[in-house]
């Protein structure tokens, strides 16, 4: 069964923190690259990072340097550490396979006030 369960967004002052988790189901997470995406009001869904199974990870230039992706690999959970939020921040975030496939959880809220 396919489970993608995102959590951890909130609200924060600019400048702040927030850290996603997402868990996955382990058919996906053991074998795949995973990815965290995010949707902001009226724009497309864009990627924001990506870890592979053996730890390589990229990101989106907007929040290189500020964000980090990585892996718990004994709870098929993949994080992402948010740091120095900005108001462009502000979007629902998720996390998927990369590439990513057509099923999608619910997302998390992010919302970071100015």
């Known amino acids: 069964q396919v489970q993608l369960v995102e959590s951890g967004g909130g609200l924060v002052q600019a400048g702040g923190s927030l850290r996603l988790s997402c868990a996955a189901s382990g058919s996906i997470f053991r074998v795949n690259a995973m990815g965290w995406y995010r949707q902001a009001p009226e724009k497309q869904r864009e990627l924001v990072a990506t870890?592979?199974?053996?730890?390589?990870?990229n990101y989106a230039d907007s929040v290189k340097g500020r964000f980090t992706i990585s892996r718990g690999n004994a709870k098929n959970t993949v994080y992402l550490q948010m740091n120095s939020l900005k108001p462009e921040d502000t979007a629902v975030y998720y996390c998927?396979?990369?590439?990513?496939?057509?099923?999608w959880g619910q997302g998390t809220q992010v919302t970071v006030s100015s």
């Open positions: 870890i592979t199974t053996g730890g390589t990870t």
């Open positions: 998927n396979r990369y590439p990513a496939m057509v099923y």
